[in-house]
């Protein structure tokens, strides 16, 4: 089971920036993926979760509203579309697969190796 990010960079304030995770090994519909995040030394936390198939998403109070996670079965692919970003939302971005529809990293049993976002 792979799972690779991509999308990550430099950004603006108020920029806009979209995250991909691509599965391979792994089929992610009707499978639960979380986006997660963390800041140098700070605690991984989980921003967005999705189950794939039937769409239901879950965000992190602190990027509802201006993140959207969505899904392509046909690439296998999973997308974290991110808008509005604030300086605080600097972190490594990892995109996780498992066995419940969470923001707890505990519930994920694959992980990508992350991709960098600075704002």
Same mark, same amino acid.
């Given at each position: 089971?792979?799972?690779?990010?991509?999308? $990550?960079?430099?950004? !603006?304030?108020? #920029?806009?920036? /979209? &995250?991909?995770? @691509? =599965?391979?090994?792994?089929?992610?519909?009707?499978?639960?993926? $979380?986006?997660?995040? !963390?800041?140098? #030394?700070?605690? /991984? &936390?989980?921003? @967005? =979760?999705?189950?794939?198939?039937?769409?239901?998403?879950?965000?992190?109070?602190?990027?509802?509203?201006?993140?959207?996670?969505?899904?392509?079965? @046909?690439?296998?692919?999973?997308?974290?579309?991110?808008?509005?970003?604030?300086?605080?939302?600097?972190?490594?971005?990892?995109?996780?697969?498992?066995? @419940?529809?969470?923001?707890?990293?505990?519930?994920?049993?694959?992980?990508?190796?992350?991709?960098?976002?600075?704002?």
């Amino acid at each position: 089971v792979q799972l690779v990010e991509s999308g $990550g960079g430099l950004v !603006q304030p108020g #920029g806009s920036v /979209r &995250l991909s995770c @691509a =599965a391979s090994g792994y089929t992610l519909m009707n499978n639960y993926v $979380g986006w997660f995040r !963390q800041a140098s #030394g700070k605690e /991984r &936390l989980g921003v @967005a =979760a999705l189950l794939t198939g039937a769409g239901d998403t879950y965000y992190a109070n602190s990027v509802r509203g201006r993140f959207t996670i969505s899904q392509n079965n @046909a690439k296998n692919t999973v997308y974290l579309e991110m808008n509005s970003l604030k300086p605080e939302d600097t972190a490594m971005y990892y995109c996780a697969a498992g066995r @419940a529809w969470s923001l707890r990293p505990l519930y994920y049993n694959y992980w990508g190796q992350g991709t960098q976002v600075t704002v």
